[in-house]
């Protein structure tokens, strides 16, 4: 089933109690596609970078069979860079660099190939760009799912409404839940942002979690208990990439498939933090992501006997 991902590509440096990175490749982008790759081929990338984009990570795309045809390439411009520093519970974190660069005018090409997709995947970008994304497009998916930050609840409520009312599922943070909606309820916080337009909402609680909202039906899903996590960076790209991957290779967009796809994603979500970056995003097996699947369902299985 064809997916198109649409989001960053990007420059990372990252500190957490683990230690210190230079410049890596990162971007919402770049883990969604790498992460929904192991479920589904071609994954299709809309996305910018500068001429200075590491070459060999283009290569590495390319055999995962990603499509980079829709990534322009502004080859006298900067790609886009954060660097950050988590402290001590991982959860919480400082940034101390934001250079928009390239990202700061994209206007995203959807090209010829890319269309009729089926699946399509937004990643955290200004309202206004996921829009032109969806209005690009000359066939709607099956599916569209969207990410958002509270970054553009702040400086763009009124596009982000307007976005809201075209997408099926979202997918934010506690945090961001609650403030989108003004409940410090998440249940009541799911209702009133179904209310604006997505009929599944996804509220991601880091190393608590994640819930899943349609109508009047909630799924919860846990994190696994890791016994280190080197960096959260990327995990939430990671995430939806490995939950919009196993939909798409199921072509299945029931509310019980939906449940299975959480456990995907939270899985790859899982392996994504064990190391800086995409490190742990570049090779994985099968049976590894199999195995990390069945951890998951062990964590929850249990035998009971109503009286």
Same mark, same amino acid.
């Given at each position: ?12 440096? /990252?500190?957490?109690? +683990? ?24 994954? *299709? ?6 001429? =200075? %984009? ?19 390439? &502004?080859?006298? #411009?900067? $790609? ?8 001590? =519970?991982? *959860? ?13 005018? %994209? ?10 997709? #089926? ?5 955290? /970008? ?44 979202? $997918?934010? *943070? ?11 309820? /998440?249940?009541?916080?799911? &209702? ?8 599944? @909402? ?8 994640? @819930? @899943? +909202?349609?109508?009047?039906?909630? +799924? ?6 890791? #016994? ?14 490995? +939950? ?7 072509? =299945?967009?029931?509310? #019980? ?41 062990? /964590? ?5 006997? @109503?009286?």
């Amino acid at each position: 089933m064809s997916l198109v991902v649409v989001g960053s590509m990007a420059f990372d440096a /990252l500190e957490t109690p +683990f230690g210190k990175t230079d410049k890596i490749v990162g971007g919402a982008a770049t883990y969604i596609s790498l992460s929904s790759s192991y479920f589904v081929k071609p994954v *299709n990338v809309v996305s910018v970078v500068g001429g =200075d %984009f590491d070459q060999d990570h283009i290569a590495l795309m390319h055999e995962r069979n990603i499509s980079t045809e829709g990534v322009q390439v &502004k080859e006298n #411009e900067k $790609s886009f860079f954060w660097s950050g520093r988590y402290f001590n =519970d991982m *959860n919480s974190r400082e940034t101390l660099v934001t250079e928009l660069n390239v990202l700061g005018d %994209f206007d995203p090409i959807i090209p010829d190939s890319y269309q009729g997709c #089926e699946y399509l995947m937004l990643g955290n /970008l200004a309202p206004q760009v996921q829009k032109t994304v969806i209005e690009r497009l000359t066939q709607k998916p099956k599916l569209i799912v969207m990410d958002t930050m509270n970054f553009w609840m702040d400086i763009a409520l009124n596009e982000l409404m307007e976005t809201l009312k075209l997408v099926d599922v979202l $997918s934010i *943070n506690d945090e961001e839940a609650r403030q989108l909606s003004g409940e410090y309820s /998440l249940v009541k916080a799911a &209702k009133k942002i179904m209310a604006m337009g997505p009929k599944f @909402l996804i509220i991601k609680k880091g190393e608590h979690g994640a @819930l @899943l +909202f349609n109508e009047d039906k909630v +799924f919860f899903a846990p994190a696994l208990p890791l #016994e280190e996590v080197f960096d959260p960076t990327g995990a939430g790209d990671t995430f939806a990439g490995g +939950f919009i991957g196993y939909i798409a290779s199921t072509d =299945d967009i029931s509310f #019980e498939n939906m449940k299975r796809a959480i456990i995907y994603g939270s899985a790859m979500a899982s392996f994504c933090v064990e190391k800086f970056g995409t490190e742990r995003l570049k090779n994985l097996s099968k049976e590894e992501i199999e195995n990390r699947v069945q951890q998951f369902v062990n /964590l929850v299985a249990f035998d009971t006997v @109503l009286q």
